[in-house]
């Protein structure tokens, strides 16, 4: 015998999971892409500075590029974040 669970998730059908798992994938390799070209604009910008004020060290380079990193993870998170809470079933 097969015994029933009570959790709306578990209780889903195999045809559901198979449809909801692409999304996903491609959500989050969205958030990854959009992560990539935030931290490459922010290393591009920060070349370019450096080039133009003549900097001896790449002084604008390293900074926008830790810009954009902190800037490309609190866009991601809060995208994560806020999409995980569109996930929970309904009552």
């Given at each position: ?10 209780d ?13 994938y ?21 070349r ?16 926008f ?7 490309a993870l ?18």
């Open positions: 015998m097969k015994k029933e669970s009570k959790h709306p998730i578990i889903q059908s195999d045809a559901s999971k198979r449809k909801a798992t692409p999304n996903v491609l959500k989050y390799s969205g958030m990854a892409f959009q992560m990539g070209i935030i931290i490459l604009l922010g290393a591009l910008l920060g370019k500075l450096d080039a133009y004020f003549q900097s001896p060290k790449p002084w604008f380079t390293m900074v590029s830790l810009v954009a990193v902190a800037a609190y866009i991601s998170l809060k995208d994560f974040l806020s999409s995980g809470n569109n996930n929970q079933p309904h009552k």
